[in-house]
């Protein structure tokens, strides 16, 4: 089977990249494109380890062929912030231990920064639904609240 050319946009910078029909977004980003912080997790969509955007929709990477991401914009955990500038959800999860592993981690900051995009002000029912997609395995889920919460209010202070 010929492989296929694909043309992206990833975090803002241009990507071209050679794949097959069937390998999954998540598999080019992480083993092809050397973005390994999108995790894959259970490769079903059950985790949402592997969650990053695509033209502005929240998507599980493992379910998306990476042919579909032609002309696309997507963004992962790489484009959130550096070393030198975290964004809030970073520096909220730092301080108040949001994150044990890290395997689930990068998804949840991807899925958490979608839900503050849409909305600035979430009550903890909110956050907890939007991140019900997002599974853990270390952590009770309080630190993430917290760690959401605290960078929404940061956040809308500017």
Known sequence: MAKAHVTTTINGDEYEFLCEPQQSLVDVLRNELRLSGTKEGCSTGDCGACSVMMDGRLVCS?????????GKEVETIEGMGTADDLHPL???FLEINGLQCGI????????AK?????????TESEIRYWLAGNLCR????DKVIRSVQAAAEDMRKG
Request: hydrophobic share 40%; glycine share 6%; proline share 6%.
């Open 62 to 70: 493992c379910l998306v062929l990476a042919v579909e991401a032609e």
């Open 90 to 92: 970073q520096k909220r």
């Open 104 to 111: 689930c981690t990068p998804g949840i900051l991807v899925a």
């Open 114 to 122: 979608a839900l503050l995009e849409e909305n600035d002000n979430p």
């Open 138 to 141: 270390c952590t009770g889920y």
